[in-house]
């Protein structure tokens, strides 16, 4: 049985294909088009799944689309009314929209995908509880699902136990932590649904100044989590701006224009929303746990992308285990959607062992031979090394250990926002210019973000406070203390942006300045060939970790095709491109801007 799962029309559109109740295929549509969250309905990313089963679309038997239009068409039309007319020209922008594409999804569908196949519609937050919770290694638990909004839902507490999932609680918009959190991104002058991360990482440079005001002004927090947003200085409803004047006034000032100086006062904002929603999802947590008596939380919504929360309910031990969905926001909703058909619609027997999850490390999506590297580099008369896989990683453990940025490319590519050493950048962790080099130099991109690192799971415990893993890095952990290295007191009298460049450990470039790091844990039995090198390069260095980040520049997605490497690489300061067994030294590439030119476009 053939079961898609389609995500569209908002933001991060993906497909998944579930066959017999198995994960297949899973990918986001943004890595096809190059759009990065592009919106558009998944057409080349359902042809990657269904090629994935050598099926066509008339071999479906279900599609099940990630949430119910009309129902969110309610809402917005609802939304409307009670503000009206303040907010019309946007309500006409909107009714444009959904009259040409989203009132449409389901004659699309029907366009789409002919034959015997049968249409579904779950609810937005139905489709992420089931993303979190029928992959996961666990026969029941807590399930917390918070983002900006789906229908109504912004917030759901279910409860997840053998094949069959129960909403028992939600909270509705307006009332939105998530978009409470991207208040604050736009204000601090960053992309909302594409900046968030930004401000968990601008966060450990300030100081919570404001949370006392947000508590004041903004939010009303009850002991159980429930929350209520005081609407008067917002104008999401309905407006395209997040908030108004009355907003500006509470934190002394109109926005930061994108692109300029990030300054102390940004830092202090970052700081004091993301204290806000810690303390937030702690109490809903520790609701959750009381109501449903689970010693296990999934997670999943755009919210449960926020490492620093997550680690929050885990270092406070409310749950025994805690299991989020890699591709935890809307993207993630295709696989729920696709997956929940097998298990809460049809009723099919779901075994867990409470150990192991069915995401295959969420590497779901297309892979390339060495032989199609290879054809694809001839063809553009581009010099390569076919090295002996052994060879290969003590040849690139050594390039990473004499400084060298790498592009790594191998197997199938991730599914979810996070490159876990498929699609990925790599570095020495222990180099203390590697952090700036790799911002500036490969990612174009703001100098104060951290790297991640990714550690033998075998070794994490040596380096860092973290015993249990964290493979789809959505966790963060202190460094351990025998790895760090104290600061001079000139050193720890810096303030805010300042603080970036001290070497505080014996890992600078995937040591945030709170002495925290974004941990991805690699385990053989999910990706061998990493685990490889790492271990290669823990010979040769004493050092079972690398620096990892996502193998793209800012703005666009993380590569996808041999192609989209090359491009990156060319018109990056990476030194050397590894794909499969391909190694590609930048000395050795033409050096005319004609190469790079063609490239650019295309």
């Avoid at 136990?161 to 204000?187: A, C, M, V, W």
């Avoid at 008369?381 to 940025?405: F, H, M, R, T």
Wanted: charged share 20%; aromatic share 10%; hydrophobic share 35%.
């Amino acid at each position: 049985m053939l079961i898609l799962g389609i995500s569209a029309f908002y933001h991060d559109s993906a497909a998944c294909l579930v066959c017999d109740g198995k994960i297949i295929a899973a990918a986001q549509q943004e890595r096809f088009s190059r759009i990065k969250h592009d919106a558009s309905f998944p057409t080349q990313a359902i042809d990657y799944c269904l090629s994935v089963a050598g099926a066509g679309r008339l071999d479906l038997d279900y599609v099940a689309f990630y949430d119910k239009p009309h129902l969110k068409f309610e809402r917005i039309l609802k939304t409307y009314l009670d503000y009206a007319p303040y907010g019309y020209q946007t309500f006409k922008d909107a009714m444009l929209i959904w009259r040409e594409s989203k009132f449409l999804i389901k004659r699309k569908l029907q366009e789409e995908f002919r034959g015997k196949t049968k249409f579904l519609f779950p609810e937005h937050h139905e489709s992420h509880a089931m993303s979190a919770f029928y992959p996961s290694p666990f026969s029941s638990a807590a399930i917390l699902t918070i983002d900006g909004v789906g229908e109504y839902a912004t917030t759901t507490l279910s409860q997840g136990k053998g094949d069959r999932i129960e909403i028992l609680s939600q909270i509705n918009f307006p009332h939105s932590l998530g978009l409470l959190y991207s208040t604050f991104t736009s204000y601090i002058g960053f992309k909302v649904n594409s900046g968030e991360y930004k401000v968990m990482g601008l966060a450990p440079y300030g100081v919570p100044k404001y949370k006392q005001l947000i508590y004041d002004h903004l939010i009303d927090v009850k002991p159980d989590g429930s929350f209520h947003l005081n609407m008067e200085h917002f104008d999401f409803p309905v407006q395209s701006t997040m908030i108004n004047d009355s907003f500006y006034k509470i934190f002394g000032g109109k926005p930061r224009q994108a692109e300029s100086e990030l300054t102390q006062r940004e830092m202090d904002l970052a700081r004091s929303i993301q204290d806000v929603t810690e303390e937030v999802v702690v109490k809903m947590a520790t609701h959750a746990k009381r109501v449903t008596g689970s010693k296990n939380l999934c997670l999943a919504g755009g919210v449960a992308l926020n490492c620093v929360a997550n680690s929050k309910i885990s270092s406070e031990k409310i749950f025994d285990n805690i299991w989020i969905q890699p591709a935890a926001g809307d993207a993630g909703g295709a696989l729920g959607a696709a997956i929940g058909v097998w298990y809460q619609y049809l009723g099919n027997e779901r075994k867990a062992d409470n150990i192991n999850d069915q995401m295959n490390g969420t590497y779901l999506g297309p892979q390339y031979s060495d032989q199609e590297v290879i054809k694809f580099l001839e063809a553009k008369q581009i010099p390569y090394q076919l090295l002996d896989e052994n060879i290969l990683y003590k040849k690139v453990a050594s390039l990473i250990a004499n400084g060298s940025i790498i592009g790594w490319f191998q197997g199938r590519m991730e599914f979810g926002p996070r490159s876990l050493g498929n699609r990925s950048i790599i570095g020495d962790p222990q180099s203390p210019k590697m952090q700036e080099r790799m911002n500036l130099k490969i990612k174009f991109r703001e100098s104060f973000r951290p790297f991640a690192p990714s550690v033998l799971m075998e070794k994490c415990s040596q380096w860092f406070e973290l015993n249990s893993p964290s493979p789809y890095m959505l966790l963060v952990a202190s460094i351990s203390k025998s790895k760090i290295k104290e600061m001079s007191e000139q050193e720890s009298k810096l303030f805010g942006i300042k603080k970036l460049n001290i070497v505080r450990s014996n890992i600078p470039a995937v040591t945030h300045i709170d002495y925290s790091a974004r941990v991805q844990t690699v385990e053989a039995k999910q990706n061998k060939r990493f685990h490889q090198l790492i271990t290669e390069f823990d010979k040769q260095q004493g050092c079972p970790l690398i620096v990892n980040t996502s193998f793209n520049v800012r703005g666009e997605p993380p590569v996808s095709t041999p192609e989209n490497a090359y491009r990156c690489f060319i018109n990056t300061h990476m030194d050397y491109l590894v794909m499969g067994n391909v190694l590609i030294d930048k000395l050795h590439q033409p050096s005319s801007s004609d190469k790079i030119k063609e490239f650019e476009l295309d």
